[in-house]
């Protein structure tokens, strides 16, 4: 059996017509930025996540960057990220002339280690950026409390995490701002690359707008040195189609979480920690194993495809070895990138699918064979 990391097949076959009508329509208005489609996508994203203002983007990292500069973030300024995330966390800030400054995750949930937060907290530190990683919430109660009694802002980065819940709440709701990103390949993908901010404070939503249209509110009128970043009439249509079924294809991706929770047994493997009271949307699911490499290659052999999140922890990439981390410096992370595999997780995988994957690991041995213990 074959099986793929992601696939989108299922899912664009359900919405396959009313994605064609949209074009259809979009092409037909003769209207491709800043029109009725952009307005309609941001009021119902902002209602899904439960906030005033959406603000559509050019993606994900534009919605980062343009949300710690709406919030005044600069040069001489630290905000605090998370070291286990994707390099777009990190680089927004580095975009704003500002520096990351790195925190470690927690082994069992991946997520940002709050309780290793304060003591990276300086008289320059402005931001906390959360990310709410692979699908899992950050843990805001602890995070949101830190950032009061420091009085940071907190961006919130939910670019894996549409509709996840945490006690009760979406997340996009807790922090002064919220970033999303609609690469295709996330929970909810465009059909290219597409972002969003989300916040309830009209005048940080008026500052995102106009920084991500030249600076200006009203046309050559240019308040701020601005970026162009906004979201495609075509891209906000086709989120627009796929928004109403992205509850669904949440549910369709828990089902198969609950599997591999509760059906892989292999002494191998060490499966994600789920925190109480809140509800992930696995974007990713991410298991550890010693033998990483060994059991990935194996899989392969079985047809079964995974990927690493991520075999670089981000204070130890090149481009941030102006920083001068050495290896030991971030040793959670480390540990993470080291052992981490990310398993085949995409809405409207079949039983069959889900069992072949879960029965090929619980065969997964690390026995050392014969050659390796000769070589050793
Ligand atoms: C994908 C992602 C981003 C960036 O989104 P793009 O749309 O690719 O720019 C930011 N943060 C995290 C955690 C992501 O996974």
């Not at 082994?107 to 931001?127: G, Q, W």
């Not at 990138?337 to 997780?345: F, H, I, Q």
Request: glycine share 6%; proline share 4%.
């Amino acid at each position: 059996m074959k099986i793929p990391f992601v696939s989108f097949e299922k899912m664009h076959n359900e919405v396959r017509e009313e994605l064609i009508q949209n074009f259809q329509d979009t092409l037909d208005s003769n209207w491709f930025i800043g029109g009725i489609r952009d307005a309609e996508f941001e009021e119902s994203f902002a209602a899904y996540v439960g906030r005033k203002y959406c603000i559509g983007c050019g993606n994900g990292l534009d919605a980062l960057m343009l949300s710690l500069k709406a919030l005044g973030i600069s040069a001489g300024d630290e905000v605090i990220v998370p070291a286990n995330t994707f390099i777009a966390t990190a680089l927004a800030v580095s975009y704003t002339g500002a520096l990351p400054v790195f925190v470690e995750p927690k082994l069992d949930t991946y997520n940002i280690n709050p309780e290793r937060i304060e003591e990276k907290i300086t008289s320059k530190t402005k931001a906390i950026i959360p990310v709410h990683l692979y699908g899992q919430p950050a843990e805001m109660d602890a995070i949101m409390q830190i950032a009061k009694k420091h009085s940071l802002f907190v961006v919130e980065d939910c670019a894996q995490a549409h509709g996840a819940v945490y006690h009760g709440r979406k997340i996009g709701t807790f922090g002064d701002i919220a970033a999303f990103s609609f690469y295709p390949g996330k929970n909810l993908g465009a059909l290219g690359d597409a972002g969003a901010i989300i916040t309830d404070d009209q005048k940080l939503a008026g500052k995102v707008r106009a920084l991500g249209n030249y600076g200006a509110e009203q046309k050559y009128n240019h308040i701020y040195q601005g970026n162009n970043s906004r979201l495609d009439e075509l891209q906000a249509a086709f989120l627009s189609v796929k928004l109403k079924y992205l509850d669904k294809w949440n549910c369709d991706r828990q089902r198969t979480a609950l599997r591999y929770l509760q059906e892989i047994r292999n002494a191998n493997i060490i499966l994600p920690y789920v925190m109480e009271d809140i509800k992930p949307v696995w974007h990713v699911f991410a298991i550890r194993c010693q033998e990483r490499d060994k059991l990935a290659k194996y899989l392969l052999e079985k047809g079964i495809e995974t990927n690493k999140h991520y075999p670089i922890p981000i204070p130890l990439q090149e481009c941030y070895k102006n920083l001068n981390f050495r290896r030991g410096d971030y040793s959670i992370a480390e540990e993470i990138s080291a052992t981490e595999l990310s398993l085949p997780m995409y809405y409207g995988m079949s039983d069959e699918e889900i069992s072949y994957v879960i029965y090929a690991i619980n065969h997964f041995s690390n026995k050392r064979n014969e050659q390796d213990l000769i070589k050793v």
